[in-house]
């Protein structure tokens, strides 16, 4: 790569964290008008009082609790709630949804994603007062005001293949052209040549006084809009005006469709060549500019004959994402959360074939490679010529016109010698402008990989997808500018309600360690070993045996989860079930799942680490998990995804609700760290709604059943033998769990190297963060110097 590319990765990424530490600078002034609880020996207490709200006389008829401190409770059992949480998820984050009050918080990137879809500032200020059961605290007002009088009011549009810098407010343009740097990057045209290229899309097009072209505003679309709007009052020709005049008096925003009064923006052409330095200085001046990308009067850039096939049905749900960022005929770049099993892939899939342009599809390994392009071609009619793999295996050539490339982040960020065919296809795409930058599990990337990614590929719009959001820096705030605004996030229990997933019955089973284990746990200084010894307590292997049987007999079909190797070729052995880790053959791999899948044979499979994503086993319905990875979130939804697919016999009428068609078992054992780790990893959940339901007396019912049918482990003696196999077992249990990492880091490069250049354990953390209790933990490395010695290559290397 270039010194020049370094340098925009670079720059861009400081741009973005200007941007980062603005934000947390306006939220650090809401949270400092936070009222403290005071206790009554004087001392503070935790959280905050808001008792002293003053409520409004007619509060019953409203559903929402505003606190000062920008914190939002919604009773979700209330009539208003539907449209409420449109409004709600559209201007806050999501915090926690159990079943009967939400939580939502306000922050500068919630309010940064509604102004983006053109909800203007009084229209947020005026609903959200208008739901709120207690009077607006003035200082809620006031931090929105403030985050969003600037955002949003300038954006850049590529129009006709140009670049305008575009505002409904000519007094911003002329702001910004006070800068020099801007001011010499604008391109002053003629009359004739203004129509021809800023017009509207009719080409209509004129300028004023200051020379800005005139033209009419792209109008946003009715679905992003109608939140707006008083309950039960959409077609109101009052309520269209009143939107209409408060669009046009206040900052920006929304109109309504069919209205009276044609909207204007004004705008300025820049050169293509000073487009980044424009946003920068557009970021200096507190006005940074939002990217649109008018896809349809792009006539330079070939289109990619691709069109959703007739049986291609978008749910509501995918609709309504894709409304947002597609709502005023342009495409927005930003995020969009979808839980595992909504269809994040075909949501992708849609984005692509709308814009009609090449397409760089990032994955996370080469399966997911294989994976996108079977759903391509499974939803579209794009030509097998127009549809590429870019892996460390397979370099397929792009077609000269148009593609879809789909390849992995560690393909293009790769900063290391390539073979000639990889180097000729790297600067292929290096040397195109590519309509759409869809980034799968957009979280997991660190923000270096990822400024490597942006400096290499040359993209009008970017669409993150990702089930969770979820990472313990802060470096999830980079997104917001790196990639767009998160435009839409899902609601787990609603689309569970409505048959689009799963009902899943959470359970956690507490299994208390027998005598001798628990003597040589707490004795043990090994920490792999104390691992492993309440991984295999004998209670857990009782347990596991009798709900493997039960669910059998019921026609379940069950995976087995476990992340030490060697506990996990244990439960196989003991179940007599075939079993996936790392090591096992590809071939063989994918006929366990073939008969698992297809046939009644394979009930119960076992499956370390490498089954928690890129495995597709939409007819399992139970897991039972009897080790993880420390306190990782992440890892427990995405587990919880292998069985989140809609079954066959799901009811999509609401009645989902209290009837359970799946089961995700998390066996504990008590007294143990486990505990702790289970706490940290259930926190994603339980805030997304779920309930997991804790159960102290299965594991005795488990001791009389392993009795009475005879067990593998149901005496005293059996677990003793157990405990001497394992206290001399360290050897083989250090040997599988390198053999496990080497055989996913040879059959998964391309993941391996993105974990490395993510996940770094770093000394002088905090306990929770060194043992994974909060989470994974990103640390940017410095490469050192470029000059090394050949003798000390391979030491760097590993």
């Not at 109109?255 to 293509?272: E, R």
């Not at 992995?408 to 960020?413: E, F, K």
């Not at 779920?690 to 005879?710: G, R």
């Amino acid at each position: 790569m270039s010194d020049e590319a370094a340098g925009d990765q670079v720059e861009e990424y400081a741009n973005a964290r200007k941007l980062v530490l603005r934000a947390a600078t306006r939220e650090a002034l809401l949270k400092s008008g936070k009222t403290t609880n005071v206790g009554e020996d004087g001392l503070p207490v935790s959280g905050a009082d808001f008792s002293n709200l003053t409520l409004k006389p007619d509060h019953c008829a409203r559903p929402v609790w505003t606190c000062p401190d920008g914190a939002i409770y919604l009773e979700a059992f209330h009539e208003l709630y539907s449209s409420a949480y449109d409004f709600l998820v559209a201007i806050a984050e999501p915090v926690a949804r159990p079943e009967f009050l939400h939580e939502y918080k306000l922050t500068p990137y919630s309010l940064y994603a509604a102004v983006a879809t053109n909800i203007d500032t009084e229209s947020i200020v005026r609903v959200l007062d208008r739901l709120s059961k207690n009077v607006l605290p003035s200082g809620v007002a006031g931090f929105i005001r403030e985050c969003t009088k600037r955002y949003g009011k300038a954006k850049l549009v590529l129009k006709h293949n140009k670049f305008f810098v575009e505002s409904e407010h000519p007094a911003v343009l002329r702001e910004l052209l006070r800068d020099s740097k801007i001011s010499q990057a604008r391109v002053v045209e003629d009359s004739a040549a203004a129509a021809a290229g800023g017009g509207d899309d009719d080409g209509n097009a004129a300028t004023d006084k200051d020379g800005f072209l005139v033209s009419g505003r792209a109008e946003e679309m009715e679905e992003n809009l109608k939140i707006l709007r008083e309950p039960g009052g959409d077609d109101s020709d009052d309520d269209e005006e009143d939107l209409l005049a408060t669009s046009k008096d206040g900052s920006g925003g929304g109109g309504a469709g069919g209205s009276k009064t044609k909207l204007t923006t004004v705008a300025f052409q820049i050169k293509g060549s000073a487009v980044e330095t424009v946003k920068k200085q557009a970021i200096e001046l507190d006005y940074p500019l939002m990217e649109e990308y008018d896809f349809r009067n792009d006539t330079v850039n070939p289109n990619v004959p691709m069109d959703l096939k007739p049986h291609a049905r978008i749910r509501r749900y995918q609709e309504r994402s894709l409304a947002k960022m597609f709502g005023n005929g342009r495409a927005r770049s930003g995020i969009i959360v979808l839980p595992c099993g909504a269809g994040k892939t075909l949501t992708g899939v849609t984005a692509a074939q709308t814009i009609k342009k090449s397409v760089v599809c990032l994955c996370t390994n080469a399966v997911s490679v294989l994976q996108w392009k079977y759903q391509f071609q499974l939803w579209t009619n794009i030509p097998d010529d127009r549809i590429c793999c870019f892996t460390s295996d397979k370099k397929e050539t792009l077609h000269p016109e148009s593609c879809v490339l789909i390849t992995t982040y560690t393909m293009i960020s790769y900063g290391g010698k390539r073979s000639d065919k990889s180097k000729l296809v790297m600067d292929d795409i290096q040397s195109r402008e590519w309509g759409l930058l869809l980034m799968d599990e957009v979280h997991v990337v660190p923000a270096k990989m990822f400024r490597r990614v942006i400096g290499s590929v040359k993209a009008h719009t970017r669409l993150g997808l990702t089930a969770t959001l979820v990472r313990e820096d802060d470096l999830i705030s980079d997104l917001n500018f790196l990639i767009g605004p998160k435009l839409y996030e899902a609601n787990w229990m609603d689309l569970t309600a409505q048959g689009y997933l799963a009902n899943v019955q959470c359970v956690e089973v507490w299994c208390p360690m027998t005598g001798p284990f628990m003597k040589e746990y707490l004795g043990s200084h090994n920490a792999r070993l104390k691992q492993l010894l309440y991984v295999m307590n004998p209670s857990k292997l009782r347990t596991v045996e009798y709900l493997v049987n039960f669910h059998e007999a019921r026609g379940d079909k069950i995976i087995v989860f476990s992340d030490l190797v060697y506990s996990l070729k244990l439960y196989a052995d003991m179940l007599k079930k075939p079993l996936i880790y790392g090591e096992t053959p590809e071939k063989e791999r994918q006929a366990i799942l073939g008969i698992f899948r297809a046939t009644k044979t394979v009930s119960t499979i076992c499956i370390s680490k490498v089954g928690d994503t890129s495995i597709d086993l939409p007819e399992a319905n139970v897991i039972i998990q009897v080790s993880s990875h420390f306190g990782s979130r992440r890892q427990e939804a995405q587990r919880l995804g292998r069985i989140l697919r809609p079954k066959s016999y799901t009811q999509t009428d609401g009645s989902n609700r209290s009837s359970f068609n799946a089961f995700f078992y998390t066996l504990v054992s008590t007294d143990t760290q486990e505990m702790f780790y289970s706490a940290k990893r259930q926190q994603y959940l339980i805030d997304q709604g779920y309930t997991f339901k804790i159960v102290t007396n299965l594991c005795e019912m488990c001791d009389v059943e392993a009795k009475i049918n005879n067990y593998a482990y149901s005496t005293p003696e059996d677990d003793l033998k157990l405990l001497r196999t394992l206290l001399t077992s360290d050897v083989e249990m250090e040997k599988d769990q390198r053999a496990e990492d080497t055989a996913i880091r040879k059959n998964n490069e391309d993941g391996a190297a993105l974990a490395d250049a993510g996940v770094k354990r770093t000394a002088g953390s905090t306990l929770a963060q060194l043992s994974g209790g909060t989470g994974m933990r990103y640390r940017e490395v410095g490469g050192g110097s470029a000059k090394r010695h050949p003798l000390f290559a391979k030491r760097k290397r590993r």
